[in-house]
């Protein structure tokens, strides 16, 4: 245990306080008819079976979800053949789920179920969720029905280890190393990390539980620099909270040394230390000098590469156990970079600055490159740092903080941008924030004297405007209304959604500021009466290439609603029977727009195919689309320009009109590249 | 929920209700910079002695306030400058090896002998010797014999006390991989106890296994509707099969810690082998309803559902069970209770309510059972103040795999303590606040000598704080025996040790003519009681001295303990038991101790879970010394260590 992981745990208990409010607003579960008794005659069954060898998988655990399960219960069960004891029947009140556990031959039976849409999803060690056809499609279930043969299909889970050394050949212990997985969901490569693992006293590792699929390992550091005075200050705050918890801790584990202080090196009035950074908990001792230099442990990628172009990217297939994934781990001479930090007020005290990546190398907010917090003064001070060419990026908040700024000096960087985040979201809409986006250089001097400004961030303003002849929305429906602001890029680097800011009532708005990049924008608690026909900033329609937002403020934001509501309805044919598992695909025509930011994403429309193989679109928003259905298997993989360029050579080309119900009927594409 | 997590957010809690007690700020001054410095080499303790390198040295006490930390070079050398004068404490810490302080008796136990520097003066050649940590290696499966992956593994030290096996949850922990295998390391020698914890993502009644009769009805029932689903008559089904869960495992195979296997580790070895599997146990449920004294359901109810006292399970079943089965226990609008998935064994289940409405603290609720657990801390601590719980109803009850229905319990009103916080000598410049006096009743029968049981205790009890009149009351107790605690301000009271300091220490608590502060209180039903009069002082007693050789040379390293001679004070948490280290040229200093008769004993080493146990003081007496405190006397006692001690 260490300050940090309480560090962390602090925040994380603070970030779990602050969701209580949005706890509370959770919709109750939908309520069904309230009189009539429920009847509770319908049952299904099945196997759980391996999706490569079509074996029986033992022991997996299935988890069946009911809305109507949940209204049955929370009406006393009437009409049930075997009445469910009470609490199991309060139980599936309170969520609407049951758990059975599959029998020596995968076998699973759920019966006494109300009718309703079964939800049904797997567990079992060992094994993933592949995303089976009936997880996308619950069935229907109707009164006295068994609805049997359902089979749930699990993919093994790959593994990836290997042994992780330092330069002198030892073994790096109790590090953490993570995958990170490449793919390619919506045009652009995205990087998501999945798995991690710790390794062990023989600097071993083992990274389990992966989906098939692609990913560069890597030994993430993040050289995170606290000025001892923050410290200092805080004696009576969290430093001295630590110092306080120590001799309970110490008592707790027996007498065992715990120590609970920094596990960083002192380098003049700075506290330095080298470690997995965000979300990694574990902190490690930095390296030695190298020829007198301050020395660093930076991110390292299999097979040693420190930066992702030059990473090895390996493929695991289902059930895969890749071992032999083994590198060196090797200190790099750094430098030191160093200055002042202000905002429009003045000097930044207490501010949490990261340098990541220029874009183009290995863009990834999670894993920057080193971490600091300025003083009370506004400098600050980045030990450890390689040569390359960084981007700084900091926040600040001017909302109310929710912690007291001296509490927050004490706080390691990365918990201190996850509150100051945290600041930003829960001060509401128009949160304003003052934002660094500064580019450094390094190379194998100390980089001293800067002078970096905080400035405001861009706002976004208009109007939504609706047209058509339909009841315009009440001024109170209107302030329900709320434009949201969602970065492109999947996995927002915000862990707590999109900025959202509501409507005055003659349909205006103003956003919040917003750090620079490509957002989607949206308008949530539209009536139904309406349909999105547009959006446009400065005349220009960003609803597929998305919105890119830069330093300046964007004024003239329209976002238009249509009361004629135009669809895209048809059948879908198949050469074979029974009809495979489909999908339905609708993307712009003008599709290579979006493909460059992974706007695309926002402006497809996929639709399972049901049994009955009717399609429906309900809302199409005028424009020209290509369409196609098919099998899920071809939509699995990498969905990049060449997939989207292979699904428009087999797509229909189809043009909505405003108000227009169409009819497009589809055959199946069983292959499409 | 794993042990780990638990800690942590324990910890986590305590530090954010500290800061809201504490949020006074102190002087900002640096650091001063000194002219002392102290150097030394790490090294392996094996023969003959080599060079550790990358090793952590982290550097504390003197008047610095932020630890230091330097790293061992290849040679296994560090160096701290630049040291203002002072005692400083050394602690080496390197993954896989057992961390030791400088000067500790056992490697990974006791916090070692502060190093004492003057100005200007350069120690070096220290010498700190570290253990390679011992393995513990095996593989999990689960009933069926396969691996069982993402198992959390907690190692837990075992000592036996007086005849008494005492665990303890040590910080290596490990997660069984994806072929079950697990492995902890950097353990010190000892004995230990393995507890698999399975990974319960599904902690909501228990998992039915399907039957064999249920099969055969579906396969029947298929062949009559077809897949297709045409509805037709189909026999009524067969009872679903018994609800089951995975239940935390010892090695080699039992739930029971009193019969876990132990595991015998020397200096440096490994132990592979230590396979074991996990159990899955029939679950239950219970149900029922709450009604508060007026027969109607209450407003405000939140339910623990605990282990019971005198069960074998351990302090950790406790803790981990309040988090897990606790967090489970529902109380609806109409009083309804329902739990389930609730493994066989003793429990305790225990309703808090209030007549008020909700927004008190019981209000609270934090996602997950790591927030169950965070909300049962923050109810025991925050009970006492205005709109805390004020009624309470307990039952026992024994789970052996069959659900319990119709339980019926009425809330009762709780007994209060109440009383008055009196400053003694107070500034009436500066008045001391009594709204930053801590006051907590701790259970009692929970408690017993180990930290982990008196955090139980505590969770079991009630607390509060005193009220800017100075008055406090904590409100809502069943009836028992209770330990009552109050923290002077700006320090924190927990586990019956103190920290931080205001120059307050706490005097006296007068209940009539008996002083309570280190006795307990029994609370009998409908009986409050009032008129505690708790006094601090800023007279504190000190006792001070150095310990010395035969020869009057400096000794260093003995814990000193310091106890009442009155053995009815030898109670979980006293006062009147303390200890101390003293510096490496001798010194001791203990403050802050009540006037009175006390011994007072060097040792050789000391953990700090013997210090309450009245066993582990009995055997100190024949060679202790006895001294006598008054009223803010300030003694001075210097100890020599006899030749065969």
Redesign the interface.
């Known amino acids: 245990?260490n300050t940090r992981?309480?560090v962390i745990?602090?925040a994380?208990?603070?970030a779990?306080?602050a969701?209580?409010v949005a706890?509370g607003a959770q919709a109750p579960p939908a309520p069904a008819a309230q009189n009539a008794p429920m009847v509770r005659t319908a049952?299904i069954?099945g196997r759980v079976v391996d999706a490569d060898t079509g074996e029986a998988v033992?022991?997996a655990?299935v988890?069946l979800q009911m809305r109507t399960l949940a209204a049955a219960a929370g009406r006393g069960a009437a009409g049930g053949?075997?009445a469910l004891?009470?609490?199991?029947a309060?139980?599936a009140a309170?969520?609407g789920?049951?758990?059975?556990?599959?029998?020596?031959?995968g076998?699973?039976?759920f019966?006494?179920l109300p009718k309703g849409p079964a939800q049904l999803s797997v567990?079992a060690?060992?094994y993933v969720d592949n995303g089976g056809g009936v997880l996308r499609r619950p069935p229907m279930?109707?009164?006295?029905?068994?609805?049997?043969?359902i089979s749930l299909t699990l993919a093994k889970?790959a593994?990836i280890s290997g042994v992780i050394t330092?330069e002198?050949g030892?073994p790096l212990?109790?590090i953490t190393v993570r995958a990170l997985s490449r793919m390619v969901p919506m045009g652009a490569p995205t990087y998501k990390l999945t798995g991690d693992?710790r390794t062990?006293?023989r600097g071993m590792y083992?990274i389990?539980?992966l989906f098939p699929g692609k990913y560069f390992v890597l030994v993430p550091q993040t050289p995170t620099t606290v000025p001892?005075?923050n410290?200092?200050?805080n004696?009576?705050?969290?430093?001295?909270?630590?110092?306080?918890?120590n001799?309970?801790?110490?008592?707790?584990?027996?007498?065992?040394?715990?120590?609970m202080?920094?596990?960083?090196?002192?380098v003049n009035d700075q506290?330095w230390q080298t470690g997995a950074g965000v979300g990694g908990a574990v902190s490690?001792?930095?390296?030695?000098p190298v020829n007198g230099r301050v020395a660093t442990y930076q991110t390292t990628f299999y097979p040693g590469a420190t930066q992702l172009p030059q990473a090895g990217l390996i493929t695991v297939r289902s059930g895969e156990?890749r071992v032999g994934v083994d590198w060196q781990v090797r200190p790099t001479a750094s430098a030191r970079v160093a200055g002042v930090l202000s905002g429009p007020d003045g000097p930044a005290a207490n501010i949490s600055i990261r340098l990541v990546n220029s874009p183009g190398t290995n863009d990834d907010d999670a894993l920057p490159v080193a971490m600091t917090t300025t003083s009370g003064d506004g400098s600050f001070a980045f030990m450890g740092v390689p040569a390359g060419s960084y981007i700084a990026k900091a926040q600040q908040t001017k909302s109310a903080s929710a912690?007291?700024a001296?509490?927050m000096a004490g706080l390691p960087p990365e918990a201190a941008e996850l509150m100051a985040q945290m600041n930003q979201r829960t001060a509401g809409a128009g949160g304003e924030m003052n934002l660094l986006r500064a580019p450094v250089s390094v190379t194998d001097r100390d980089v001293v004297g800067l002078s970096w400004g905080l400035r405001p961030g861009a706002h976004v303003s208009g109007r939504v405007l609706f047209e058509g002849a339909a009841t315009p929305p009440t001024s109170q429906q209107l302030q329900n209304m709320q434009v949201s602001l969602a970065s492109v890029m999947p996995g927002s680097p915000s862990p707590f959604g999109p900025s959202t800011s509501k409507l005055t009532t003659d349909a205006q708005f103003k956003t919040g500021s917003q750090a620079p990049g490509t957002y989607f924008v949206s308008l949530t608690g539209v009536p139904a009466a309406w349909m999105l026909k547009s959006i446009t900033v400065g005349g220009r329609d960003v609803s597929t290439s998305g919105l890119e937002i830069g330093d300046v403020d964007l004024a003239d934001a329209v976002i238009m609603y249509t009361d004629r509501i135009s669809s895209l309805t048809g059948l879908v044919h198949a050469d074979a029977s029974p009809l495979p598992n489909a999908t339905v695909i609708v993307i712009p025509s003008d599709y290579r727009v979006g493909i460059a930011t992974g706007a695309i994403g926002r402006r497809q429309i996929t639709q399972a195919v049901p049994a009955t193989g009717t399609y429906n679109i309900a809302r199409l928003p005028p424009g020209d689309y290509l369409v196609a259905a098919v099998v899920d298997d071809a939509m699995a993989g990498d969905r990049d320009q060449n997939f989207y360029d292979a699904l428009a050579r087999v797509a229909k080309p189809v043009t909505i009109t405003a108000g227009e119900k169409k009819s497009l009927d589809l055959t199946i594409t069983v292959k499409i590249r | 929920m794993t042990a780990r997590l638990s800690a942590l957010v324990i910890v986590a809690a305590l530090a954010l209700s500290g800061v809201a007690a504490s949020a006074q700020v102190r002087d900002t001054t640096k650091t001063p910079v000194g002219t002392a410095s102290i150097s030394g080499v790490v090294v392996s303790a094996t023969s003959p002695e080599t060079p550790v390198r990358r090793v952590l040295v982290t550097l504390g006490g003197g008047s610095i306030k932020v630890p230091s930390a330097a790293i061992t070079d290849d040679a296994g050398a560090f160096q701290f400058v630049n040291l203002p004068e002072g005692a400083y404490t050394l602690v080496a810490t390197r993954p896989a090896y057992v961390t030791s302080a400088y000067g500790a008796k056992t490697f990974g136990r006791g916090s070692g002998v502060p190093v004492s520097v003057r100005a200007g003066q350069n120690v070096t050649g220290l010498t700190l010797k570290m253990l390679h940590g011992s393995v513990i290696a095996g593989v999990v499966r689960d009933p069926l014999g396969r691996p069982a992956p993402d198992v959390e593994i907690i190692a837990m030290a075992v000592q036996t006390v007086n005849g008494r096996r005492r665990t303890t949850p040590v910080l290596q922990q490990s997660r069984t991989d994806g072929r079950g295998e697990y492995r902890v390391y950097g353990l010190a020698p000892g004995d230990y106890l393995i507890r698999a914890q399975p990974n319960s993502r599904i902690d909501q009644g228990g998992i039915r296994q399907t039957t064999a009769a249920e099969v055969d009805w579906a396969k029947a029932a298929s062949a009559k509707s077809g897949s297709a689903g045409v509805a037709a008559e189909i026999p009524a089904p067969p009872p679903s099969g018994r609800p089951v869960a995975y239940t935390p495992t010892y090695y080699p195979g039992s739930v029971d810690a009193a019969q876990a296997g132990v595991v015998s580790l020397g200096a440096n070895e490994e132990r592979a082998g230590i396979d074991f599997t996990t159990l899955l146990v029939p679950v239950a449920s219970i149900s029922g309803t709450v009604v508060g004294p007026d027969g109607q359901p209450p407003r405000n109810a939140q339910a623990q559902l605990a282990p019971a006292q005198g069960s074998t399970t351990t302090s950790l079943d406790m803790l981990i069970g309040m988090a897990g089965a606790g967090g489970g226990v529902r109380i609806g609008a109409d009083g309804r209770l329902s739990a389930s998935g609730i493994a066989p064994g003793r429990y305790r289940l225990l309703i808090r309510g209030s007549l008020a409405g909700p927004g008190g603290p019981a209000g609270i609720s934090l996602p997950g059972a790591a927030g169950a657990l965070a909300s049962s801390i923050a109810s025991s601590m925050l009970g006492g103040r205005a709109g805390g719980p004020t009624l309470w109803a307990a039952e026992e009850l024994t789970i052996d795999g069959h659900d319990i229905t119709g339980l019926s319990l009425q809330l009762q009103t709780g007994v209060s303590v109440s009383g008055k916080i009196v400053f003694e000598g107070d500034d009436p410049q500066a008045p001391a606040d009594p709204s930053r006096v801590t006051v907590a009743a701790n259970d009692a029968a929970r408690e017993s000598r180990s930290a982990m049981d008196m955090l139980a205790g505590m969770l079991q009890g009630s607390g509060g704080s005193g009220l800017k009149d100075g008055s406090f009351t904590v409100g809502g107790l069943p009836p028992g025996a209770y330990r009552l605690t109050f923290g002077a301000p700006g320090t924190m009271a927990m586990l019956g040790m103190t920290t931080g300091s205001s120059g307050w220490v706490l005097k006296s608590a007068m209940l009539g003519d008996v002083d309570i502060a280190d006795g307990l209180i029994d609370v009998k039903p409908g009986q409050d009681v009032s008129g505690i009069v708790a006094t601090f002082t800023k007279m504190a007693t000190q006792i001070s001295g150095r310990l010395q050789d035969a020869a009057g040379g400096a000794v260093s390293g003995f814990p000193i303990v310091v106890f009442s001679t009155d053995r009815a004070r030898w109670s979980a948490g006293s006062r009147r038991i303390v200890s101390a280290k003293p510096a490496s040229d001798g010194t001791y200093k203990i403050t802050g101790l009540p006037p009175g008769e006390y011994f007072l004993a060097a040792l050789t080493d000391l953990d700090p879970n013997d210090l309450y146990d009245p066993a582990f003081l009995e055997g100190l007496v024949g060679s202790a010394f006895k001294i006598t405190l008054a009223d803010g006397e300030k003694k001075v006692q210097d100890l020599r260590m006899g030749s065969g001690s």
């Open positions: 245990m992981s309480v745990s602090v994380a208990v603070v779990a306080c969701g209580l706890q049952s069954s033992i022991g655990v988890k053949r075997g004891p009470l609490s199991a309060e139980q309170a969520n789920t049951l758990f059975v556990m599959g029998d020596s031959d076998r699973f039976v019966h006494d567990t060690s060992g279930l109707d009164d006295g029905q068994h609805l049997g043969g889970v593994s330092d002198a030892e212990v109790g693992a062990d006293d083992r389990d539980g001892i005075a410290l200092e200050k004696s009576d705050g969290l430093g001295g909270l630590m110092s306080a918890v001799p309970f801790i110490e008592a707790l584990t027996g007498g065992a040394q715990t120590s202080g920094p596990t960083g090196v002192r506290l490690s001792a930095p390296p030695p156990d912690m007291p001296g509490l």
